[in-house]
């Protein structure tokens, strides 16, 4: 079992895009792969994430998503506009870990640049 952070350093710099590659070449080598977004932020309720467009790129993979907040902005400032809880980085070690014990590859995109805070 392996777990990869896929980051960069901005919004719009092709993580997203990053994963689904990696996870499609996973997938086509026979591996297990789950894909976890630890923030989801920008996006409604009942529209698709990151880790759902990875899944339509790659093929068959688990996504997880461990919070989503409605402004686009880095995630520990959307869930305080939101009034919610910010996802700390010892959840989404946590979520990884987990993810691991039940896939071959688990591959955690983040959010923003490599320096976005996830908590205050």
Do not use: C, N, W
């Amino acid at each position: 079992m392996s777990v990869l952070v896929i980051t960069g350093t901005g919004t719009e710099v092709g993580k997203t895009i990053t994963t689904a590659a990696v996870a499609a070449a996973a997938v086509a080598a026979g591996r297990s792969v789950a894909v976890l977004k630890a923030a989801q932020t920008g996006v409604r309720p009942d529209e698709p994430g990151d880790a759902q467009e990875v899944a339509r790129l790659a093929g068959p993979v688990t996504t997880a998503e461990l919070a989503r907040y409605p402004d686009p902005l880095a995630p520990a400032t959307a869930a305080r506009r939101a009034g919610r809880a910010p996802v700390r980085p010892s959840e989404i070690a946590e979520a990884a870990a987990k993810l691991a014990t039940e896939h071959d590859l688990v591959l955690v995109e983040g959010a923003g640049g490599l320096l976005v805070r996830f908590d205050e």
